[in-house]
């Protein structure tokens, strides 16, 4: 299973232990289906900080990277690439 793979996983599993009765996708808007609000969306925020070992720097707390199983596991990707040094 892939790194981005186990991201989703993770993410989804998350939101279905707190909505048991919830079937979401991973492409589906999860802010449409009317499951979040904004104590759940700094939940997701603070979840996948310490799951993944990461630090989401403001310029990314926009809604675009919480709508989605799938954008969630993109931002989890982008924030895990290490950077290099020149």
Known sequence: MSEYTTAQTQ???????????????TGQDIFSLGYINS????????????????TIPNDEL?????????????????RSVPVSVD
């Open 11 to 25: 993410i989804l599993s998350f939101i279905e232990a707190r909505f048991p009765q919830a079937s979401i996708e």
């Open 62 to 78: 926009r809604i675009d990277n919480f709508r989605t199983v799938e954008a969630m596991a993109d931002l989890v990707a982008r």
């Open 39 to 54: 104590l759940f969306a700094m939940e997701l925020v603070m979840f996948i900080e310490k799951t993944f070992g990461l």
